[in-house]
Structure formats: C-alpha cells, structure tokens
C-alpha cells in the first residue's frame, strides 16, 4: 500500500479551535446592523382553504416593517426535483389552501422578535377546513382528499425497478416467506434549528444569504425559483452548521420568506424557527409500509426477492422521491440477488414531508430486508452470520442496470466478524443474544434530478508566494469533517502540511459548483475535485523542478515532506516554498493556481463507489419489563482508503447513535395530522448513559474512483443498527419485530406472542 | 419596568439595565455578543446552553439573569487563556469529541465544572454529569474519552505546577 505522509493519520478538526472556544459563528449567532426579526405564522389545520387574510391589525403595531401573505411574494415555487416541474411543489406562503399543521401562510419582520410575535397574534386567517388525508393508503383511494388538485393523483412518485425473471425464481425457490412491516418517521433533530440570515441590496439588486444549510448551491438554485431571480444574483453563503443529517438538503420557508421580506424592507432579515416549528414542519426520515417476498435455495442462497413499499410523503416532495428510488436499492445490498423487483409508491398526505435523512432510504427497507433474513436463517437451519457470508458480493459484483461494486471488503468484513465475535463475546449471558445486519452505502449520489449543468464537484487553489494555498470550493462541512479532509487531500497531493492551506469553503459567490452535503458525498466527490486541482499545480511544480534538476527524463518526481524530489533518490530536490516563488516569478507574478472538478461517467444509476460492512450488536432483552439494552456493538467495515480515522469513526458512532434511536425510542405520533412530541422532553433521543461502547475494525481497500482510494464512512452505519439491534432481540428469545422501535410494551407483546406459539407448538407436538 | 443587573462574565463586569424576565442565555447572547453559548431547545431539555456559575454549571436558559445578579459567570469564551487553549478544549479537539460543535459549549462548560470537583471521574462519574446534554453528532462516547483526557491533562498540569512551586520553594527564591 501506499505511504501517505497525511491521508489515514488521525488528523484533528481543522474548525477545532473556532467549536471549542466559541468563536464558531452559525447563521443562528449572525446579525447585522438595522436587522429586523421574521416570524412565520403557520395553519393549525392539516387541510383547509384560505378564505381571506387580515394583516391590517399586524401592520400598525409599533417595530414592525412589513406583514407579507401569499399575494405578496414573487410566487415562484421549487423543489429538488427541478428536472420534473410538476414536483417543485414548494412554495414560501400558502396562497389558496394549507396542506399541513404548520404550513406558512403570512409572515412578519419587525424590530425584534417579541413584536414579530405579537404581530402574528393579530393576523386574522380565516379558513375553510377541508378533509385531509394522513395514511398512504387511504391517500391512494379513489375517493381521497387530494393535496395537490393540479396533480392528477395522491401519487407523487413512483419507482419500479427489477432485472432478472422474479416470478420464475420464486416458483422454482425452496423456501418462501413473506413480511410485512410498518416503519415509524423520524426527525433528525439538528441541534441548530433552521435559521436564515437575507440581506437584499436595492441598489444592485442581489441578495446575499447566510444559512445553516447542507448544500449552499440548493439553496441558491430554488431561491431564484423562488423569487425569480437570476442565481447569479444571489449569493449564498453557509457558516458553521449545527447540524445536517439530511434535514438541511430543501429549502424551507426560513430563508424564502427572509429573502422576501429583505426585498421589502430594504433591510437585513434573519429567520429562526423556533424547536417547536423545528419538529412539526421541517422534514423528517418517511414512515411507511412495506411488503418483502424473499425465495431461497435450502442452503440459504437467494434466488429471488421482491420488495414494495408505500410512503408516507406528507405534502411536499423535497428529496422524497429518491429515498423512495434508494429504498429500493439499498435494501438488496450487499447482497447477490440474481432475480429482484421493486414497486415504490410515494403518496402526498396532509402532513409535514418526508425526505432524505442519514442512511437516505437505507434506514426503513434495511430494517426489514435484514430481519426477514433472520428468521428465514431460522427456519433454514442456517447461522445468521453465515448465511450474510453465503450471500455476499464479491468485488466487480454489477446489479444489472442499476449498480457495481468495484472495491469491495465485505467477503473479508465477514471473516474478519466471525473471528473477533469468538473472541469478543465468547458466552454470552441468558436473555442475550447477538443480531447481525449487513450494509453498504453509496459515496455520494450520481442522480441529477436537481438538473445541474455544472460538475458535480469542483475545487480551485491559489498557492501564494509563501507556498500557503487557498482552496475554494462550495462544498459543505455541516459537521462531518470535511473541512479538514478537504485540506488533508489538498495538503497530500501538494506534499504539504494541513498549516499550508487557507479553507474557503461553503459560499456560492467563491468558488464553482459543489452539489453539497448528502450522500456521503464529499469526500469522494469533493475530494477527487481538490485532487484534481492540486495535481495542476504540482504538476507545475515538478516540470519547473525537472527543469532546475536538470534529472534523467526516466526518473519520476515526487512531492512530499514540503520537497519536490526524485522518488527513486529522495536526497535530490527542491524545496517546495522555493519553488513556489520560481514558479511565480515565471508566470509574471500571477499565483499558482488549478481548478479541478469531478462528474462521475458511466458509473451505474446510484454511486461511483460503495462503502459496506457488517455490524454486531450485542443487546439483553428484560422478559419482565420489556426493556431492551444495546450492550455492544461491534462493526467491521470497508470504507476503502480511510482519509482521516477520527473523522471515519465519529461518523460510524453518530450514525449508530441515531440507529439506535431509530431501533429504540425515536417516533413521532401524529393525531389528526398533529405531532404529538414535538419537544425533546417528548421526543426521546439517546443520551450518553445510553450509548454501549463501539467497537470498530477496519477492512481496506482501494477504491479505484475515490481520492487515494477512498470512499464513503458516513452515513452506511446508520441502517444496520436498529436491525441489528431487533436481529439480537430475536436471537435472545425469539420475538418477532415489523417494525422499528423497540418500546417495552411492544418487545412484551412479541415475547408473549412468542410464547404462546411456542406453547400451541409444543402441544400440538404432545 | 428594567432592573440593573451587575455581572461579572469571564473576569469582565457588566452593568447592564433588564426586563426582569430576561434569562441569563438572553443577556450573554443578546446583551453581550457571546455567541458561542447556544440554545437547542426552548423546554431545557438540551444542555446546549450550560454555563458555568459561582463553580457550577447551570443552564443558563432556566435561570433569569437577575438571579445571577452579583455573581461571577464563566461561559466557553472564558477559558481560553490568550491564546492557550484550555486543557478541556485541546482534549476536545484531539479526541474528535464533537462533530458539528453546537452543543460543545455546554458539553465543555459541564465538564469545568465536573472535573473543578472531582479531578479523576470514573466513566460513570461523567456519565452522570453529562447526561442531559443532548449531541446529535457524536454518539457521545468520544466526548467521554475527551473529559477522561483532559482529567489527565489536568492533573499532569497541575504536577508540573506543583514540582515547579517545589523547586522554588527549595531554591529559596520563593516567598520571604
């Protein structure tokens, strides 16, 4: 393997200093001089008409500036899926109905937030409540309330894939089984809230905003839908942002409505949703149905596997529709599935939507494609983890039309997961057992349904005449760490130290196109962009070394340890800061400099590369209580060259973190399209008391397509968690989930089902 | 009708005039710019906001500034000693023991004021006192490794400190 003198060394964050001493600015600590503060007021029905609006009363309190309702915005709608109109269905206010509790329909900026909220008070809606529609399934009826009446249906999306003669294998199939299972939504509870910062210049006629967002060049392109602007005229920048986890790919009516009432007051607006508006009317990860026909050979091989699924979308599209498509994907990873099909629907429904959280569609179908796999082990007289081994691809594995798996560990994952399970958990305790789930995640989407014409993703580099660099690019660190990978790619392909490079990172105005965070993205797809500009200027480097060495054409030179120098005769070179300084001079005075950029070609339907792997848990179930305590947890996974190993297993613990919310405590009840929780009294996230240890091992590999070889460590944790978690439930004493979080009552309700067929068995045996 | 508030804030007083139902994370946010003591919630249920008050950590937006009134407030700004990092804040950086860095403060501020208390926590120990601090990020177990590091880094200062006040001492260059 190669020696990096930077890429796989544990490198702490480059933001380090700004997060622990304060300094760290998220758009949620901005202000700016004359600033006003926006309210939104919201319906308190999930489906109704708008009959009129009173904003007279609002408009003559003292400190406010400007009372907005539907009338009165640019009236530009938009959506992530821009390559299908008719799903930009966002729109900043409400104009003739409402289609779920917490739907914008007037907003307000004053002088402080106190009277911004005093005015809402006396903003008079009067609304004509109409039915609603809060099941999938109800929503696909004939006779349904309909949340869109320009769309011809309930039906905002759907997605069917399928290769190889399903019906034929399953008739051929030794066993059968089929499932069916209900999965609860999810919030990603960002610890910052939504926030936008829009400062609207009426001279030159731009915007500038700053918010706490995962992909700056989203934002940029639905607020020119929005407001039917040039994009080239708005400028977005993203600060430090608390918090991502796939709730801040869409824009929301935060920066929309600050952007709108910056444009009528001439002064800076800033929007903060409050907790409250954080859980009921930002996006969450769908609750949905799904049904999984799975058919075997006797040893366990899968022959054919047929999955549907029906989500709750709720009232917008958002990324709704790919978790839909990745739903249908991810679930037959990493996995040899010769004969499979797929039917998704995505249904419009009258609550808050559904979109791309961590895991992007992984999280529910994992869930049920890998306790299904369970039981049928079960009932094959197979080993759980051996029948994972049976299954699993091999490297170059293509899943036709859909996906291939170039490097690829999770073979050597399993092996490596029998061995250190001997080990580690050599007996284990009655009333414990251990589940088993296999994963792989995408490293970064190839799906263009915004409809970009740019790359994917680019990077520039300025190098200075004392050698230190400044990157640019649009790329987003929203907490994952990419801003030190960012500079620990650039600082290795330049032979550099990380002190050498200058982050600019994050702002529309600086840099080309970066799609931003989501999909475990950036280090792959960022990072093949930085390489690719810092390989120019090195290359520029090493031809004036050449040069100046005056070397046998056949000998390479190499740039490490600040030097340019003979790989094969390290003691001759040249210092890198000098030549810098010969370069600049050369090129009449101008500063070195290398735009990269990286589009995946030819690359399947989902991702260039995939990390995998394979995770333990360890859980011991209360037969009294109900109670389920995760003990340990064990992961071994392939995410190729890892760049940097504190970053790689901060992301593999949070993502288990969340997992095991998803697995155990997280839900959101909804009455009559109400959330029931939306306060973290109510909404239970895990807490460090809570959290087993984690252990981690890595297999390496070289993945071909990523930078140094390298590939997603993200968010491929977070699916197999609570699975594994019910798989060792099961293994423990035998109770059967179909669906996620395992509350006492419900773990109960399954040991009792579970003894009662174990009783009328074994009588039937008497 | 505003009161007079008298604050001292990272060794800086403050005489400042407040609606009595301001909450002290208001006046050290709003009042003073110090932005890096956050908010999460609006029930205190998340920690994020935690300062640390005569010793003690306090969420700061369940208490009204006036009942501070007259006492010395430290928030994250206050650690730092120049530029030397604190020793909790170097450990947090080393051990990646915060991700997005929104609810670190507080994380920071509750470990002052544990390991002021009790310099050798056991696991247990600092599970207790960090327990309501939510974190979204990290699955908190790093966070536990960076507060058992900066236990140590504590008490390796505090060793040097005291073989160096030795040393003086037996030089006699110390107090006549």
Redesign the interface.
């Known amino acids: 393997m190669k020696e990096f003198s930077i890429i796989g060394k544990p490198t ?2 480059v ?12 758009t ?2 901005m202000t700016l001089p004359h600033m006003l503060y926006g309210k939104l007021l919201r319906s308190p029905y999930p489906h109704a008409k708008i009959l009129s609006i009173d904003t007279s009363e609002a408009e003559k309190l003292q400190g406010v500036k400007a009372v907005i309702t539907g009338k009165d915005t640019p009236g530009g709608k938009w959506g992530l899926w821009r390559r299908f109109r008719e799903l930009s269905d966002q729109q900043a206010l409400a104009t003739d109905k409402v289609r779920f509790i917490g739907d914008p329909v007037a907003a307000v900026a004053a002088t402080s937030e106190e009277i911004a909220e005093k005015a809402l008070d006396l903003i008079e809606v009067d609304y004509e409540p109409l039915p609603a529609v809060f099941d999938p399934i109800e929503a696909i009826k004939d006779d349904a309330p309909m949340v869109h009446e320009d769309f011809p249906s309930n039906i905002n999306a759907t997605r069917h894939i399928e290769w190889g003669d399903v019906d034929d294998a399953f008739a051929k199939a030794d066993y059968v089984r089929e499932d069916r299972f209900v999965l609860e939504a999810a919030h ?6 939504h926030s936008s910062l829009a400062s609207y210049d009426k001279g030159t006629g731009r915007l500038t905003i700053w918010t706490s967002t995962g992909s700056p060049y989203f934002v940029q392109q639905n607020l020119a839908e929005a407001l039917k602007m040039r994009e080239g005229d708005i400028r977005v920048i993203k600060p ?6 796939g709730g801040k790919n869409s824009t929301m009516p935060d920066a929309v409505n600050a952007a709108i009432l910056s444009m009528k007051t001439g002064r800076p607006v800033k929007v903060v949703f ?3 508006e954080e859980f009921t009317t930002t996006e969450h990860r769908t609750a949905q149905h799904m049904a999984l026909k799975l058919g075997m050979k006797k040893n366990g091989e899968i022959v054919a596997f047929e999955v549907k699924a029906m989500t709750n979308g709720g009232a917008y599209t958002g990324l709704g529709a790919t978790t839909l498509y990745l739903t249908g994907t991810f679930i037959t990873m990493p996995y040899k599935i010769p004969n499979y099909r797929y039917d998704g629907v995505r249904t419009y429904t009258n609550i808050v939507w559904g979109t791309s959280i961590r895991g992007f569609g992984a999280v529910p179908g994992k869930y049920c494609s890998e306790t299904q796999l369970d039981r049928a082990a079960k009932d094959l007289g197979v080993d759980p983890l051996e029948i994972r081994r049976i299954n699993a691809v091999a490297p170059g594995y293509t899943a036709p039309g859909q996906y291939t798996f170039e490097s690829c560990g999770i073979q050597p994952c399993i092996e490596k997961m029998a061995v250190r399970v001997k080990e580690k958990w050599p007996a284990i305790e009655k009333d414990e057992g251990i589940g088993y789930c296999g994963f792989a995640y995408m490293s970064g989407g190839i799906f263009n349904w915004i409809d970009t014409p740019y790359a994917y993703s680019s990077a520039h580099i300025k190098v200075n005449w004392d050698g230190t660099v400044d990157l640019y690019s649009q790329a987003a660190d ?4 990419h801003n030190t990978v960012a500079a620990m790619i650039c600082a290795e392909e330049l032979g550099i130290g990380i002190e050498d490079i200058r982050l600019h990172m994050g702002d529309t105005a600086h840099a080309y196109t970066d799609l931003g965070a989501w999909g475990s993205r950036e280090t792959l797809m960022n990072g093949n962009a930085i390489k690719d500009a810092a390989s120019q200027v090195k290359q520029k480097l090493i031809d004036i070394a050449r040069l100046k060495l005056g070397e046998n054409i056949a000998y390479d030179l190499v740039a490490r340890n600040k030097r340019i120098f003979l790989e094969l005769r390290p003691e001759r070179g040249l210092s890198y800061y000098d030549l810098v300084k010969d370069a600049i001079r050369q090129n009449d005075g101008v500063p070195l400099t290398g735009t990269g950029h990286y589009t995946p070609h030819n690359k399947g339907m989902i991702s260039p590369a995939y990390g995998m792997g394979i995770m333990a848990i360890k859980a011991k179930v209360d037969r009294e209580t109900g109670h389920v305590t995760a003990r340990d947890v064990l992961v071994v996974h392939d995410s190729g060259q890892i760049i940097n190993p ?2 790689a ?3 593999v ?2 993502s ?3 997992g095991l919310g998803y697995g155990l405590c997280e839900e959101m009840p909804m009455d009559q399209g109400m959330l029931l929780n939306p ?3 109510d909404y239970k ?1 895990l ?3 809570d ?1 087993p ?2 252990e981690i091992l890595d297999v390496p590999t070289y993945e071909p397509n990523g930078p140094f070889g390298a590939k997603e460590a993200a968010e491929a944790t977070i699916a197999p968690t609570a699975p594994a978690l019910a798989n060792a439930v099961y293994q423990a004493c035998g109770a059967e989930f179909f669906s996620n979080v395992l509350k006492p009552e419900k773990v109960l309700k399954a040991i009792r089902a579970q003894e009662a067929k174990n009783n009328a068995a074994s009588q039937a045996k008497e | 009708m505003k009161q007079q508030l008298n604050i001292v804030v990272n060794g800086e007083p403050h005489e400042l005039f407040i609606e009595p139902k301001t909450l002290l994370v208001q006046v050290l946010r709003e009042h003073l710019g110090l932005t890096g003591t956050h908010q999460a919630c609006d029930s205190s249920s998340c920690a994020a906001c935690t300062v640390v008050v005569d010793g003690m950590a306090v969420k700061s937006c369940s208490i009204l500034a006036l009942q501070v009134n007259g006492r010395e407030v430290t928030t994250v700004e206050g650690l730092a000693q120049g530029k030397n990092l604190h020793p909790i804040q170097q450990a947090f950086i080393d051990n990646w023991a915060f991700q997005c860095g929104f609810c670190t403060s507080g994380q920071i501020m509750a470990t002052k004021a544990l390991l002021d208390e009790n310099a050798d926590p056991t696991r247990e120990e600092i599970q207790a006192q960090l327990d309501g601090h939510l974190c979204r990020c990290t699955g908190y177990n790093m966070i536990n490794e960076a507060v058992r590091d900066a236990a140590k880094r504590l008490k390796a200062r505090k060793d040097l400190e005291s073989q160096k006040w030795l040393q003086t001492a037996k030089s006699g260059k110390g107090a006549k």
């Open positions: 702490p964050n933001d380090g200093p700004a997060k622990v001493t304060g300094e760290a600015q998220y949620i600590d990603p509870c960002a610890m910052e809230v430090h942002v608390g918090g991502h986890y409050n907790r409250d929203v907490g994952q760490g504190l970053g297993r901060g992301q613990e949070g288990i973190h969340m306060e973290f009294v996230i807490r460090t008391r959290m240890e984690i």
